[in-house]
């Protein structure tokens, strides 16, 4: 690993010229290295990344998996097959992949760092959350996340097994599509803010394993708006604002429920058939919408729905990834929109993008407090709910890791016999 393997790995993001490039799709180049205008080699371990305008996020951005480091000669030979044979410089190598089963790594004698204490290492893919808690029980898998709260309660009560608890840099939020004729009203979208009781739902979703959400990511992230007051739920304030809004009630919105457990929601369709709830007793019809997994991110991206279910983990803890990356113009573009509310704020991403120029980070949070602001009187989404990341798995496991953006690197953790 040496700059030009740096090099290939970012200028074939952002160079179209690049003989790599048109092996990747790059969704996300926005939320990475939209910005970079220019990757230099400069010696053999010193890389020059130059940018179209300062850009304060960029170091935050480069630890993300959206700017991974391959190998040169991999891609090379792999072309857009390299996701199947992942070769990079980690603890662990790539062994096999069987799709929709397992991927088995095994321990990297030529690791640079601390080498793994486990030889090998087989992630299995085990959809439902009963299943996963199953085969921990069983002690045919040594970890399970993604535990809806009644699985996790059960680890609690076994003795031999373990739970580890964290804060999140999650939101599981109710985005609503801002150019449906329906919901273009701000009163409208703060009409169903006010609908739906959050409390009540982090009981019955999340089993006390979250917090209330008031803005769009939370407050272990830095320059966090504390001191704007929630939507308190009030159904009656709810249907002031909807008749002063001259909302339709004889409207039936669609409600998209996603189609997968996520930490942010891990019971979504249970979710949705409570804000369907909420939404009744408010005078709004609600049809609650499912497709499979790929086909909602699509129709979403695509701005199909009328409201939507959906959740994002802060994989570098800058604010910018919530507020630039998922609610800015910039990225309500559609096809493939990141802000699935499709809210254009011209304001709201003036603020945004005027932090990506200022490296200091006190002046930045100035900016992103005045964002949060604007960003709850509209009302693009309802932010439901923060979770909590749990990681359960058994008692012989010492040294595991559980990292806030879920990225854990397991050279550390060791097993009993």
Not at 333 to 361: H, R, Y
Request: overall charge neutral; glycine content about 6%; aromatic content about 10%.
């Amino acid at each position: 690993m040496n700059a030009q393997a740096v090099y290939d790995s970012f200028a074939r993001l952002i160079d179209k010229n690049h003989p790599f490039h048109s092996y990747g799709k790059w969704a996300y180049l926005n939320l990475s290295l939209g910005m970079v205008e220019q990757v230099k080699v400069v010696d053999e371990f010193t890389v020059q990344l130059i940018t179209k305008k300062p850009y304060a996020p960029l170091l935050n951005n480069l630890a993300l998996w959206l700017c991974p480091i391959v190998s040169p000669k991999a891609l090379a030979e792999y072309k857009d097959q390299i996701g199947l044979h992942p070769v990079g410089t980690g603890p662990f190598k790539f062994v096999r992949w069987v799709k929709d089963d397992q991927i088995i790594l095994e321990r990297n004698d030529n690791y640079w760092g601390d080498k793994a204490k486990v030889q090998r290492m087989i992630l299995k893919a085990i959809p439902e959350p009963s299943a996963r808690l199953m085969a921990l029980q069983s002690g045919t898998v040594d970890i399970a996340d993604d535990l809806d709260p009644d699985s996790i309660a059960v680890v609690k009560k076994d003795p031999n097994l373990k739970v580890m608890e964290r804060p999140s840099i999650n939101v599981g939020y109710l985005a609503f599509n801002t150019e449906k004729p329906a919901l273009k009203d701000p009163r409208v979208r703060q009409a169903i803010s006010h609908a739906i009781d959050k409390d009540t739902l982090i009981k019955a979703i999340f089993q006390g394993l979250a917090i209330p959400a008031k803005n769009p990511f939370p407050p272990t992230i830095w320059s966090y708006n504390d001191s704007l007051q929630p939507y308190e739920y009030n159904p009656e304030k709810a249907k002031k604002l909807l008749q002063e809004a001259g909302f339709d009630f004889n409207t039936e919105l669609e409600l998209w429920a996603m189609p997968v457990s996520r930490a942010y929601l891990p019971e979504p369709v249970k979710t949705a058939e409570l804000i369907q709830a909420y939404l009744g007793a408010v005078g709004i019809k609600a049809k609650i919408v499912r497709y499979d997994w790929g086909t909602y991110l699509k129709n979403t991206s695509n701005g199909e729905h009328d409201m939507c279910m959906l959740g994002w983990l802060g994989g570098n803890a800058d604010p910018d990834n919530f507020l630039y990356g998922l609610l800015s113009a910039d990225t309500a573009v559609t096809p493939g929109a990141a802000n699935v509310a499709l809210w254009k704020n011209a304001e709201f991403t003036d603020l945004v993008k005027q932090a990506q120029k200022i490296f200091s980070t006190e002046e930045r949070a100035k900016l992103y407090m005045k964002a949060q602001e604007i960003f709850h009187r509209e009302a693009p989404w309802v932010p439901l709910a923060h979770s909590t990341i749990v990681r359960c798995y058994s008692g012989k496991l010492h040294d595991v890791p559980l990292r806030p953006n879920g990225l854990n690197s397991f050279q550390m953790v060791w097993k009993e016999k």
